[in-house]
Structure formats: C-alpha cells, structure tokens
C-alpha cells in the first residue's frame, strides 16, 4: 500500500525522527495537534527535504464530539473560555503556587491560548499536509470526517485512524479509512480499557482493511505477536521518546528511562478524555478529593495548557506529566532511531525462528 520495507509505522512530535524512521524503511509520522499551521507548513517543508523521498505521514485530532461543536470558528476561542469555571482556574493556580511555579514571561508565549482538540483547528492543518507528498493522514480520535476522507483520497493519500473497540473499528471503515490502528489500553495518549492481546484479534475479525497493531509495542516480540494477532504492522509511539534524535525535554527523558510500567495511569487530566500518562503528583491531585474534577474536551486542555508550558520551563518536575505507554518499563537507555529500528527487526525475526522452531517439535 505504501511501497515501505518495514511494518513500521511512528508517530513522534519531532520531525527528525520522523524523517529517520521513514529513511530506516518504515513510515514516519508527524503529530501536528501542537503546531499552526505556519509551524506545521515548516516542519513538513523540512521533512520533505529530508526524508530522501521518502513516504511519511501526519497525525491530526479530529474528535468525533466535543464542547462547542456548533460554535462559529470566530466565536470558538471566546465563548469556550467563558465556559471554564473560575474554580477549576483557581485549584490549578494553587497547584502550581504549592509547588513554586513562576508565571511566564511577559512574551508574545504567555498570551498563546493553545486549544486543539477541535475539527476547527486540526482542519487548516490538513489542508496544509495536503500540500505536501504525505502518503498518510492519519486522526487520533474517533472516525474523521467523511469529507477529510474525501478530500485526501482526491489527492491520492490513504487515511489511517485508531480504534479502541471492535465498535469503533467500524465506524472508521463506515467514513473510508484505509488502515485501522487497534490501540490498546497499554498504549501512551488517548486509549481505551481494552488491552491490545485482546483487542487486535477482535478488530481485525470485524473489518476488512489491513490493520496495525498499537500499544505495548517496543520490541520484536511484541511486534511478531500483534503480526501473530493478525495484523500487517505496527503502530509505534512512546518508544521514541527517548531516542537521539528526539526533541523529548531532558527532564522528562530522564523520567521515562527510569520509569517502570506500572508509572502510567489514564487520567483525564490532560485533554478531559482519558488518556494514559506518566503518574505525578499532577495526576494525583485531580483525583484527589480537593479536585473539582476534569472538563470535558476541549476545556480541560484550555484550562492546563498554560500550567503546562509553566511547569516545562521550571524546576517542578514533580509536576511535568506527558502521554506515555507502559513500554517505557523496557526504555532503559538512549539510542539512535536506526539502532531501535535495526533491534526490532532482528527480535523479530528472532521471534518468528523460534516459533518456526516451536511448530516443528
């Protein structure tokens, strides 16, 4: 489908491992939620000059519902903020205040508001990935619009989406998507309750376009069982955040490496879905019982996204909380995107000998 050497497919944030995977022979693809378009325009011009030609794709977050669906694009921003309680404002500034965190500084930043999480904002980005030779566009929650789908498959592009229940695995078939990604509830960022062993099997029973295998996958074993499940490929996330070539923030690569599995927990804290991060003391204080609860999307992350970039950019690592799987209790050490991908396949490989092995006793 894609003319790739590998089933290998990972999504990253950081356009230099993008590009590296695609230039190892999988398929790199970017997570453009956090850019503007401008910004998105740059990284995919980079890419393009750096992925030696290359097919590499981008994730955009089209949810399927969400608080203002019908608002007006011009009116979106304003009337989403006078839907925040000034309660919810109130514990996050006494969180950060708990835990010494500066304001940020008086520079056009401090000002951004950051809302994502809206087919508002994810459609200018992709009519910005379609300008470039993406050969994937993929969406991260729920089915995308059957007029996404539309548009990219007029511009020769397949359209990928991920799926945490046999359900909606075929809603995502129902709007055209060409590759479905069965993500268990292993897996880093917005996930399910359902883990991928049992899972992968199950979607790839009910819909009849090629499926990938995602959450829990960091090695060759793990690549050769979702394949075992019935799956084409693999779907690849947090396993490349503490890669070389990784733009991952010191302080948070240092966490992940001496994070074990069980360090993650699906907390709402984040987007207002759940979502599976690193377990903090921020985690813990919105389940504690001085929390006024979570926000439905897109709210909570227009509450936090400041307090976010705040705790980033102080000393309050206690607090610094991200999408992460539980594949980060085998990330151990840093190492090149070339050298994962090398070690992949060769555990791979090694695992389908000994299953071969294994069938001939």
């Known amino acids: ?186 897996a880093g960022g917005h996930t399910g309750e359902i883990s991928t062993m049992v899972l992968i099997p199950q979607v790839v029973d009910a819909v009849d376009v090629p499926v990938l295998a995602a959450g829990g996958i960091g090695n060759g074993r793990q690549m050769a069982a979702g394949m075992a499940l019935g799956a084409e490929g693999v779907w690849t996330g947090s396993l490349w955040l503490t890669v070389e070539e990784a733009d991952t923030p010191e302080m948070a690569k240092r966490r992940i490496l001496e994070a074990t599995s069980r360090d993650t927990v699906r907390s709402r804290s984040w987007t207002g879905k759940p979502a599976r991060l690193l377990r903090n003391e921020w985690t813990e204080a919105w389940e504690s019982e001085e929390s006024p609860g979570t926000l439905p999307m897109p709210l909570q992350f227009m509450l936090v996204s400041d307090a976010l970039r705040r705790i980033g950019r102080s000393d309050a690592s206690e607090l610094a909380t991200f999408p992460a799987g539980q594949i980060i209790g085998l990330m151990n050490q840093v190492r090149s995107t070339k050298d994962v991908i090398f070690n992949l396949m060769t555990e791979y490989g090694e695992a389908l000998d000994r299953l071969e092995r294994i069938t001939e006793d």
């Open 1 to 186: 489908m894609f003319g790739i050497e590998l089933p290998i497919f990972a999504f990253s944030h950081c356009r230099d491992v993008v590009a590296a995977v695609s230039r190892a022979g999988g398929m790199g693809v970017l997570g453009a939620l956090y850019f503007t378009p401008e910004e998105l325009e740059m990284e995919l011009k980079w890419i393009d000059d750096h992925v030696d030609g290359r097919p590499y794709g981008v994730d955009v977050v089209m949810p399927a519902s969400y608080e203002g669906a019908d608002f007006a694009p011009e009116e979106l921003v304003g009337r989403l903020q006078g839907m925040i309680p000034e309660g919810h404002r109130a514990f996050v500034e006494n969180l950060l205040a708990e835990h010494g965190v500066p304001p940020l500084s008086s520079d056009a930043d401090a000002g951004r508001v950051l809302l994502g999480w809206t087919d508002a904002t994810a459609r200018p980005q992709v009519e910005v990935a379609l300008r470039h030779p993406i050969a994937l566009l993929a969406n991260a929650l729920g089915p995308p619009p059957a007029d996404v789908v539309e548009l990219a498959h007029s511009r020769g592009v397949k359209v990928a989406a991920l799926a945490s229940t046999p359900r909606h695995a075929l809603k995502q078939v129902e709007v055209g998507v060409d590759v479905v990604v069965a993500q268990g509830t292993e």
